[in-house]
């Protein structure tokens, strides 16, 4: 079983840049479609964005398209969020999460995801 483990969020002004890290330990995580939610106050966690299990496939929600950039690390068994021009409706915990059960379902839903990080706080101030 993969254990995940975020980290690298903090806080930051309006504009700024902040990278998050999703180190995996027990699998490698090059056979698992990787994704990253978010889940601010109040609200409903929300997809962010995926990376396929060969890494050829990227996508990524409507609100931080442009903004941020998924990537994976195959010797370290990490996954990371680039995150730029942050605005402070990014402010949010964000996850990541691994798909070891080769889901068939969308790469946007909760529920294709199996494996999930215990979240790292990124808050964006105005």
């Known amino acids: 079983q993969v254990q995940l483990v975020e980290s690298g969020g903090g806080l930051v002004q309006a504009g700024g840049s902040l990278r998050l890290s999703c180190a995996a330990a027990?699998?490698?995580?090059?056979?698992?479609?990787m994704g990253w939610f978010r889940q601010a106050p109040g609200k409903e966690r929300e997809f962010v964005a995926v990376?396929?299990?060969?890494?050829?496939?990227?996508y990524y929600a409507d609100s931080v398209k442009g903004r941020c950039t998924i990537s994976r690390d195959s010797a370290k068994n990490t996954v990371y969020l680039q995150m730029n021009s942050l605005k402070p409706e990014d402010t949010a915990v964000y996850y990541c999460?691994?798909?070891?059960?080769?889901?068939?379902?969308?790469?946007?839903?909760?529920?294709?995801?199996?494996?999930w990080g215990q979240g790292t706080q990124v808050t964006v101030s105005s």
């Open positions: 027990g699998r490698t995580l090059s056979n698992y479609r």
């Open positions: 990376k396929n299990w060969s890494g050829s496939t990227t």
């Open positions: 999460a691994a798909d070891t059960r080769n889901s068939r379902l969308s790469a946007i839903l909760r529920m294709a995801y199996d494996t």
